[in-house]
């Protein structure tokens, strides 16, 4: 997922990437990630992506 609208030169709002790698993950996606991540300034904010990249909430699978 694309973090930074490159063109705007502006970070993507936090909302709109947790909706989009919501949608990734209800249409089947097991592996996701984003890009870039500015740790310095929390951008993405950690503490809304986190709901979907954390791997206490994933459903995994039986067996795998």
Sequence with gaps: ??????QKKTWIQDKVL?????????????????YPDNLWEDKPGLSTIRLE??????????GN
């Design 1 to 6: 997922m694309q973090s930074y609208d490159w």
């Design 18 to 34: 947790l909706e989009e790698l919501r949608d990734v993950l209800a249409s089947g996606g097991r592996h996701i990630a984003y």
């Design 53 to 62: 990249m954390s791997t206490e909430t994933y459903p995994f699978m039986k």
